[in-house]
């Protein structure tokens, strides 16, 4: 069977290279261009009378032989729903991501071939791919158990997001004593007596059989051919020990990682702030420099966690490269050499200290997890639990969270129509999640995502609508059309249609497009097409990848602050405090404001102030005080680091999103539908 890019032109096909081959299987991305065009993929089996893509042992399409060039491929197919052309949601090599087996059948339906593809993201390299698949893993892990009853100290836990951080100096302190035994194992390894077949010199012979005294015979020599008994350290412990480093390894490859992204971000967030504490005139430098000073030494604890996952990765490839470690891996348990050999024994109490400091998973949950991680919505699963993960830091209790997500796929053979809400005893608000849920009849739609928010005190809700893409729309000749045509099926009709089926106490706020094009971001899209009552901040859309992951935490504090009108709540940490109200001066019905905030927990600064130009011009204007009918300007958020709004070069000012100047009366920027506002 022959895997090889296609080209679909002019209605024929036109064959490529061979898809590159890694042990055994073959690999390729989502979006390959050949020849400026994007490729799919096509199999040659000649042979064949029909040939089917499986996922998990289950048919996912059949492909299409075409009769001039004898390749079989996926043809997609159309149709109209609700006014909008649809197509086959994904093509066998274009925009279809996961593990894949292709299998091909004779005329008597009989499997004649099988070979299997692993299909990466376009946007995403297969290194951040692969790392994706750990982190899933991890969140999965980390998520099995109640955070919030675990007893971390100071050294495993960031103080600005509460992150929990895996126990680092523990794992050294075991792996430091399962160094000692293990270089004893090395040099005294158990040995087991084999028998085997070699050439031996005559003098050698203890025993002469008939075998042996015919080849003597028949090939004077000397030394014959016998069986022989001899002592081997290929015993099946050592293929257990060898499993257990690399379930070592593959945890502090997993942690480090992440520890690594979350390093590169805070150096980001620091350099941020310490362009807006060079600005003398800003009032709020001793609060933007505590601030500074809390990711200071975040970022000190996490440089001092990196050298020692160095140090300890070091060791295991060093253990792991060892001539007695050349042997395949053995699933573990308890042998009778790992309880009566002293050494063995202390090396397998190591090891089950190892697996005393990992999350503990019931045995159903790791299977499902493995068949995730094959998943072509490993995308949007990977989102989901990174949403879990900030809510997480607003106080979300994540206990049982797993459990409930494998019942659901248990339930409906794939994780979908989830939806679970959070409550927040301590938060002026209460959140639900939706993943892949359903809503309408006639007119039925279906997000990815939905995050709502339950105001306590109104009793209102505000949804906010999140639809994951893979299309880079950065290269397509035809971008902003592509970007636009998503943007009104996925975005603005997710928002037209839940509005008019909510309840009157439910508020569709916003609908954004979340994707893997890092050249493409736009918080405020005030595109007539989309946008026709050019609200602020309605429609989005933002990249986010492994190795950017910054832009959810910004989207969320675009959604808690500008869109569900909870501005005295940390971005952070989620909790409330207390704004202080500056310049607040009454001009005839003109009310000028500005309001500073500073969590005491985490100092996390942020000022909601206005746009005086708008505010004169009677433009955005919102009501403040319903019952006297009241009017103000709409709020203008800036953050000390990451802001939606687009920042002025390096001082800490943010343009209006209504009429695009700064402060000093400047407008600098311009409109853009791919990459936002531009300067």
């Known amino acids: 069977m022959k895997i090889i890019h296609i080209v679909l032109k002019d209605r024929e096909i036109q064959a490529y290279d061979e898809l590159t081959k890694s042990e055994g299987i073959f690999l390729a991305s989502e979006y390959t261009k050949k020849d400026k065009m994007t490729a799919q993929i096509g199999v040659i089996e000649p042979a064949a009378s029909k040939v089917l893509i499986e996922q998990f042992k289950q048919p996912v399409a059949t492909l299409t032989k075409d009769n001039k060039t004898n390749i079989w491929y996926h043809k997609p197919s159309k149709w109209l729903a609700d006014g909008f052309e649809q197509s086959t949601d994904s093509i066998f090599g274009i925009n279809a991501g996961g593990s894949f087996d292709i299998v091909a059948y004779d005329v008597d339906n009989l499997e004649l071939a099988r070979a299997q593809v692993n299909i990466t993201p376009g946007t995403i390299s297969i290194k951040e791919y692969a790392f994706m698949q750990q982190e899933v893993r991890r969140l999965f892990e980390l998520f099995s158990y109640d955070l919030a009853r675990e007893s971390i100290d100071n050294k495993n836990i960031l103080k600005q997001t509460q992150t929990k951080l895996f126990n680092v100096y523990k794992l050294e302190e075991i792996l430091n004593e399962f160094s000692d035994w293990f270089l004893q194992l090395v040099q005294e390894p158990a040995e087991q007596l084999i ?8 003098i050698q012979l203890k025993k002469w059989t008939p075998k042996v005294i015919l080849e003597q015979t028949l090939r004077p020599d000397h030394k014959v051919r016998a069986n022989v008994i001899e002592k081997s350290t290929a015993i099946a412990e050592h293929g257990m020990l060898r499993l257990m480093l690399e379930q070592i390894k593959q945890r502090i490859d997993c ?9 590169n971000e805070l150096t980001d967030e620091i350099v941020q702030l310490s362009q807006v504490i060079k600005d003398k005139t800003n009032h709020l430098q001793e609060a933007i420099l505590a601030l500074q000073q809390v990711v200071k030494q975040d970022l000190i604890t996490l440089k001092a966690r990196k050298s020692i996952w160095f140090q300890l990765n070091s060791d295991v490839q060093k253990w792991l490269d060892e001539p007695l470690m050349d042997v395949s891996p053995v699933e573990i348990e308890e042998t009778h050499v790992f309880s009566m050999n002293p050494v063995y024994s202390a090396v397998y109490d190591s090891y089950l200290k190892f697996n005393e400091l990992q999350p503990k998973l019931f045995e159903a949950i790791r299977p499902f997890i493995q068949s995730i991680l094959k998943s072509p919505t490993l995308y949007e699963i990977w989102i989901f639990l990174k949403i879990t993960q900030q809510l997480h830091q607003w106080g979300v209790n994540t206990d049982g969270l797993v459990t409930e997500i494998y019942k659901n796929h248990e339930q409906h053979k794939e994780f979908k129509q989830f939806r679970k809400l959070f409550k927040l005893p301590n ?5 639900a999640l939706y993943y892949n849920y359903s809503f309408g009849n006639e007119k039925k739609i279906c997000p990815d995502f939905i995050i709502a928010f339950y105001i306590k005190q109104t009793r209102e809700w505000f949804f906010h609508t999140l639809d994951a893409k893979y299309k880079c729309y950065s290269i397509n000749k035809r971008s902003e059309r592509l ?32 994707h893997t094009d890092v ?12 946008n026709p009552t050019k609200a602020i901040h309605q429609y989005a859309h933002f990249h986010f990848t492994p190795n950017n992951t910054k832009n959810l935490n910004i989207y ?22 207390q704004g202080q109200i500056r310049n607040e001066v009454q001009v005839g019905d003109k009310k000028k404001w500005k309001t500073i905030y500073i969590c005491q927990f985490d100092k996390e600064v942020w000022v909601g102030n206005y746009c005086g130009r708008c505010f004169n011009n009677r433009r955005g204007l919102v009501p403040y005080n319903m019952k006297s009918i009241q009017w103000r300007a709409r709020p203008l958020y800036k953050y000390a680091k990451s802001n939606y709004n687009v920042q002025v070069d390096e001082d800490w000012d943010v343009h209006c999103p209504l009429c695009y100047k700064n402060f000093n009366g400047s407008k600098c920027i311009k409109p853009s539908l791919l990459n936002g506002n531009s300067r």
């Open 255 to 263: 942690e480090s990682q992440a520890e690594e992204i979350l390093i």
């Open 519 to 530: 050249q493409a971001l736009n918080w405020n899209l005030q595109e007539a097409s989309i």
């Open 195 to 202: 028998h085997t077949t070699k050439k031996v010199a005559l």
């Open 427 to 431: 938060n002026p608000f209460d959140i």
């Open 556 to 577: 969320f504090k675009r959604i808690l602050h500008e869109a569900s009108h909870v501005a005295n709540c940390c971005p952070t940490c989620g909790r409330e405090t």
């Open 483 to 514: 970007l636009e045509k998503d943007l009104k099926n996925s975005a603005q009709r997710y928002l037209n249609v839940i509005n008019e089926l909510a309840q009157d106490n439910i508020t569709a706020q916003t609908a954004t497009l979340i």
